[in-house]
């Protein structure tokens, strides 16, 4: 696992940015695996930043998102849909047929699932998977215990998760209790791993992380078992290692 540390929040995002303009500016068919929550926000404000002042073309991009919570609808402005649409898609000129995220509103939950799953094999795997990791070492929704052979599935919300999540919702009632996510495996067929953390919050899950042996406790230990994971880190996130 590579690791970059940089000073503060505002410059591990400007970092994230360059790498995924790099991607697209490369490959301008790249399929982007893409994450929500607070640690993306900063990445793709500058990106919407850098299409404004450097022309990057997103014409061709497609993205794949790595959850949603269920019961949501697309227009929720809680739902995952709508922070893609709102912090990114609407900002920069890519093709919206082009953005797939998992639907939480499906009548059938599984075949949902498996219908993701191909998506992944069949529009993806994605060439650049950006992950925050959650402070209980979460990454999409896979929450401890999730075995590191899953693929897309429907996942209930630890506790801590929906208290960490409650933030973005009036109350912690709100919060939905089970997820759509991406498994272990399915985030493992990307080609390339960006993991961020920010905060001395993230602290904790960073240090066993890098020191601990890989456990599917922690779910973001699967990441050991890929060939190109790149952590990016604020000196916060690292100061206990
Ligand atoms: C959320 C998301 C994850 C995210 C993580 C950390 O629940 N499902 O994709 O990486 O938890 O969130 P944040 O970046 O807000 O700390």
Avoid at 33 to 50: F, Q, R
Avoid at 75 to 81: A, F, G, N, V
């Amino acid at each position: 696992m590579k690791i970059i540390v940089m000073k503060d929040y505002q410059e591990l995002s400007e970092k994230v940015c360059e790498l995924i303009e790099k991607q697209v500016n490369d490959q301008p068919k790249s399929v982007l695996g893409l994450a929500t929550g607070g640690s993306p926000l900063g990445t793709y404000k500058e990106l919407i930043k850098g299409y404004k002042k450097r022309a990057v073309d997103y014409q061709q991009v497609t993205t794949m998102n790595l959850d949603e919570y269920i019961g949501l609808d697309k227009s929720d402005p809680q739902s995952y849909h709508f922070f893609m649409r709102q912090h990114l898609f609407d900002e920069i000129n890519i093709n919206p047929d082009r953005t797939y995220i998992p639907n939480g509103k499906a009548n059938n939950q599984d075949k949902e699932c498996e219908r993701y799953e191909r998506l992944i094999e069949e529009v993806g795997p994605p060439d650049l998977q950006l992950l925050g990791i959650g402070q209980n070492g979460h990454i999409g929704f896979n929450e401890p215990g999730t075995s590191f052979t899953s693929e897309t599935h429907i996942i209930e919300l630890a506790e801590s998760t929906r208290k960490a999540n409650a933030r973005f919702f009036d109350s912690l009632e709100d919060v939905p209790k089970q997820a759509i996510t991406m498994g272990i495996r399915s985030i493992l067929k990307s080609e390339k791993v960006i993991l961020i953390a920010s905060g001395e919050r993230k602290a904790a899950a960073i240090k066993s992380l890098l020191e601990d042996e890989p456990s599917e406790n922690m779910p973001a230990s699967a990441l050991k078992n890929h060939k190109n994971v790149t952590l990016i880190v604020d000196e916060e996130a690292y100061m206990k290692v």
